[in-house]
């Protein structure tokens, strides 16, 4: 009786050990496919200011010329990287529809060349799948000789639908550094 008990236990501690190999399997299945999903859901929605990238069929829409937007420009950059990088204007007022261009000035702080990448962000979320970069130093990546700056050109265009009650977009870079020199 006591080995039929016991036999009984350790049949139930196996099945209890390999289901929770099985949850801990999947919750990490589930953590890994939650980046790509996220990437995707962003992408689509506009959601954390994802903006989706280039537009590469620029197709004419009417300027609406009886409404301005004021676009704010931001630069950050991340957590002790050796680059100089701010917008060369801090906002526009712009008539949707219509295409503005601005720059942004970036310079190589350092002794050795180093290549950066720009991260966009729009804000409010919403207006994200309104605003349409044509042209972004954010879509490739910027390599700079050791001490070099340059001026880069974003050229862009709000779309005019853009709700009416959003006055006001905030387009950010984050300037990161993504080579492996110095770290």
Sequence with gaps: MIGTHQETRTAANRRLV????????????????????YDVLCKITGLNGKTGGRVTVVEPVK???????TVEFVA????????????????MQVHPG????????AKNLADQPMTGQA?????PGLAASH????????FNRQLFKAGEGRDMPVTFRIDPDL?????????SYTFFRIDNAGS
């Excluded at 390999?18 to 999903?37: C, E, K, S, V």
């Excluded at 950050?76 to 906002?91: C, H, I, Q, T």
């Excluded at 991260?119 to 804000?123: A, D, E, L, T, Y």
């Design 18 to 37: 390999r289901r929770l190999l099985l949850l801990t399997a999947g919750m990490f299945a589930f953590g890994f496919l939650m980046i790509p999903f």
């Design 63 to 69: 300027v609406d010329e009886s409404r301005t937007v």
């Design 76 to 91: 950050s950059l991340n957590l002790g990287a050796p680059w100089e990088f701010a917008p060369k204007v801090a906002r």
């Design 98 to 105: 219509q295409f503005y261009q601005t720059q942004f000035w």
């Design 119 to 123: 991260i966009p962000s729009v804000s």
């Design 131 to 138: 605003f349409q970069k044509i042209e972004c130093f954010c």
């Design 163 to 171: 709700p009416a009650d959003v006055r006001t977009v905030t387009l």
